[in-house]
């Protein structure tokens, strides 16, 4: 397996701007989570899923965000509009959560840059 | 509400001696616990996880972590550095929730550096 896939790698626009983030999670897992890592804060949760439902958004920051999975194997994080204090890292992680195989494994990041 | 805890920010030590990376976790129940690590520019890594039974569990590159309920900890160690050790650790807890599918949460993260 190709493991959790991101894109882009990189993403750099102007504020105002919308942005769209998307993640594939490992075939066959069926939590997904969204990241996001700066230095200030660190890597905070911004939503998860299971089995494609949004369990928890508490941690997505505005309603400027908004995060989707229309099916197992595609999830979308959206920011409308952008704004420089986005700038920062955002990774997906997915986990299988069967036979106690229950660890997250993360995608390589997508580095936001909002000018 | 769960939540995790690394008192330090970074932890040096020689090449070749013990090191310990420190975690605390606070959440209702039993949970499941990780240790992490992130190199520069790369997604985290998983090493270890605690589900339960043997308190000492192993994981990947020699490290290991003891898990002590009454203290709440879930503290790294390895019992010789590497140079290569140097880098980010993150310690996690997940509530077991329904199912195993409840929250995952990362602690802020520990940089540890192996000096020669």
């Known amino acids: 397996d190709a493991g959790v896939i991101q894109s882009p790698r990189h993403e750099v626009t102007e504020m105002g701007q919308e942005v769209t983030l998307r993640c594939k999670p490992i075939s066959g897992h069926n939590s997904l989570f969204w990241y996001r890592q700066t230095m200030m804060r660190g890597l905070e949760l911004l939503i998860y899923?299971?089995?494609?439902?949004?369990?928890?958004d508490s941690g997505m920051p505005e309603d400027r965000f908004s995060a989707k999975m229309p099916n197992a194997s595609f999830s979308t994080l959206k920011i409308q509009p952008s704004e420089p204090r986005d700038s920062a890292v955002y990774f997906c992680a997915s986990s299988r959560n069967r036979d106690l195989v229950i660890e997250a494994f993360f995608g390589q990041g997508t580095r936001l840059t909002v000018v | 509400a769960q939540s995790v805890a690394q008192p330090e920010d970074q932890v040096n030590v020689a090449e070749g001696n013990p090191l310990t990376v420190k975690c605390t976790y606070s959440v209702s129940g039993n949970p499941y616990l990780f240790w992490y690590v992130q190199y520069p520019n790369r997604g985290l890594q998983f090493l270890l996880k605690y589900i339960t039974g043997d308190n000492l569990v192993k994981g990947s590159y020699g490290f290991e972590a003891e898990f002590n309920k009454s203290q709440t900890s879930f503290h790294l160690k390895k019992p010789s550095a590497l140079v290569s050790d140097s880098a980010l650790y993150f310690c996690a807890v997940r509530d077991r929730g329904s199912g195993n599918t409840g929250k995952l949460i990362f602690g802020q993260g520990t940089t540890l550096q192996v000096k020669p």
């Open positions: 899923f299971n089995n494609n439902v949004p369990i928890d």
